[in-house]
């Protein structure tokens, strides 16, 4: 097997944590990264070695090729990206809370099962 291609949704906590501990695993090859502003993707991107950046989650689910996305948005982003990547059958790494109310986590939870 291959290893498992990661995208990084967000450049706070994604930059300095979590593109950093999927390259520190053999396993994982971090392929994208979005930022809410490409030039910001594009900048931790280059710094960090990763190929492929976006400014948008959206164009990011269409074109770049993963097995599995990192979550690392302020929680109210989160909701979208992690239903997103449950439709498209990505596996999830998200911090929490994932969603902002009881009914939609046990929807999620629910797509995710």
């Known amino acids: 097997m291959g290893k498992i291609r990661v995208a990084v949704v967000g450049t706070g906590f994604g930059r300095y944590g979590l593109i950093p501990a999927f390259g520190l695993d053999p396993r994982c090859e971090v392929v ?8 910001r993707a594009a900048e931790v991107a ?4 990763v190929p492929s950046a976006y400014g948008d989650f ?13 979550v690392a948005t302020p929680p109210a982003a989160q909701e979208e990206i992690v239903g ?13 809370p994932f969603a902002l109310s009881v009914g939609a986590a046990r929807r999620l939870k629910e797509e995710a099962d």
Not at 32 to 39: E, G, H, L
């Open 32 to 39: 994208a990264v979005c930022s809410t502003s490409r030039a």
């Open 46 to 49: 280059e710094s960090l070695g």
């Open 58 to 70: 959206w164009e990011m689910f269409e074109s770049a090729d993963f097995d599995a996305v990192a």
């Open 84 to 96: 997103l990547a449950l439709a498209r059958a990505k596996a999830v790494f998200t911090e929490k």
